[in-house]
């Protein structure tokens, strides 16, 4: 059974960054898709960004060229750094990760591990 926890959120001014983490409590690197999905009030959870047991990296694309997701083998931690911050990007943020590939397209649908979630405030 994997456990993430999230943290790093918190409440910024439009154009600020913040760096989100993602612990894991097992080994992920080189077996598990790793991933983040947000939600904000009233929508729809959306994938934003995800990266893959061979590495590959997908964002979505209001996402692209401002948040880089990145993952510390050693540490079994998954980071997001987002910056230029959105009022847009306001969402809880939440970890996820499967043994089976998914992508940000996919919405989180059928993959098995998600953290609290974090929550990202842009103002």
């Known amino acids: 059974h994997v456990q993430l926890v999230e943290s790093g959120g918190g409440s910024v001014q439009a154009g600020g960054s913040l760096r989100l983490s993602c612990a894991s409590s097992v080994y992920t690197y080189g077996t598990y898709c790793m991933g983040w999905f947000r939600q904000a009030p009233g929508k729809e959870r959306e994938g934003v960004a995800t990266?893959?047991?061979?590495?590959?990296?997908n964002y979505i694309a209001s996402v692209k060229r401002r948040f880089t997701i990145s993952h510390d083998d050693a540490k079994s931690t998954l980071y997001l750094q987002m910056n230029s911050l959105k009022p847009e990007d306001t969402a809880m943020y939440y970890c996820a990760a499967d043994l089976t590939s998914f992508l940000p397209v996919d919405s989180g649908l059928g993959v098995n591990y998600w953290g609290q979630g974090t929550q990202v405030t842009v103002s």
């Open positions: 990266i893959g047991s061979d590495a590959t990296i």
